[in-house]
């Protein structure tokens, strides 16, 4: 399973939603919407970029998280999806101060 399907699924779990009801959110025909899901989250199919969108709306996750490559990156994502503007900005200042403290 790709980074991208793991995280598709973890997202689709998490919102308690089945493929099928996810592909229809997207747009995706109802009688096909199941199986693309499917192929998205296993890895037989990659999204289009403009469909990892959708899906990331639909999810309520921003579509960064479904490219994350690792754990706590996503973990991040998350969490800064679900802050207003003004709090997401003094997160990242945070960690930019964080980060600029750190021996090399």
């Keep these: 399973m790709s980074?991208?399907?793991k995280r598709l699924r973890e997202a689709r779990l998490r919102a308690g939603l089945s493929g099928q009801a996810v592909g229809v959110r997207i747009g995706v025909d109802e009688t096909a919407a199941a199986t693309r899901i499917s192929r998205y989250e296993t890895g037989d199919r990659a999204p289009a970029h403009e469909i990892a969108?959708?899906?990331a709306d639909a999810l309520g996750?921003?579509?960064?998280?479904?490219?994350?490559?690792?754990?706590?990156t996503a973990r991040l994502l998350l969490a800064?999806?679900?802050?207003?503007?003004?709090d997401?900005?003094?997160?990242?200042?945070?960690a930019e101060a964080l980060a600029d403290t750190r021996p090399r």
């Design 53 to 55: 969108a959708l899906l």
């Design 88 to 94: 997401r900005t003094r997160v990242v200042e945070f």
């Design 80 to 86: 800064l999806g679900r802050l207003r503007a003004k």
């Design 3 to 5: 980074n991208f399907g």
């Design 61 to 72: 996750v921003p579509a960064a998280y479904l490219y994350a490559d690792d754990d706590t």
